[in-house]
């Protein structure tokens, strides 16, 4: 039998003794309810799954539990301290989701992109390459001006 594999998410640590190629999307939102980071795709493209491993962006729809493993996973549940993350923040003042199902996935991205790039260019920006089937990029591009102020 295998050991357990253990997965710190949020700070917390969690054991899967499942299939270790399953997906750690699978895992966040069916296991743990972790329903903010979203299926889009579910091969890596879009984006709407990201999450933070070990503070880098990351697609958690194709990243195997295996991979996981060991590593410091944080989702948009995590995010949060004692108050909104100030990307967060910027989200809010810059109005910037219209429906909303990508947006998780963009903010993750971009809290990556600005510990990086703190005054990040238009390229950096564009690089992230999320995709959000409304066109809220020119917001999310002041949103994270502004975060980045
Ligand atoms: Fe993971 Fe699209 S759902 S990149």
Redesign the pocket.
């Known amino acids: 039998p295998r050991e357990p594999l253990q997965v710190t998410i949020n700070g917390k640590p969690y054991f899967h003794d499942g299939d270790p190629t399953m997906p750690l999307?699978w895992f966040l939102r069916d296991t743990l309810r972790l329903t903010g980071t979203?299926?889009?795709?579910?091969?890596?493209?879009?984006?709407?799954?990201?999450v933070l491993f070990d503070g880098k962006a990351m697609?958690?729809?194709?990243l195997p539990m295996s991979a996981a493993a060991t590593h410091r996973i944080t989702t948009i549940e995590g995010l949060e301290g004692e108050a909104l993350h100030p990307v967060q923040q910027a989200w809010i003042e810059e109005d910037v989701a219209q429906c909303g199902y990508c947006q998780a996935?963009q903010i993750m991205a971009a809290v990556d992109l600005l510990k990086r790039k703190p005054r990040p260019g238009d390229d950096d920006i564009a690089s992230i390459g999320n995709l959000c089937r409304c066109g809220t990029y020119p917001r999310i591009r002041k949103a994270i001006l502004r975060a980045a102020e």
Do not use: P, S
């Open positions: 999307l979203k299926f889009g795709c579910g091969i890596g493209n879009c984006g709407a799954c990201t697609r958690a729809c194709v996935g």
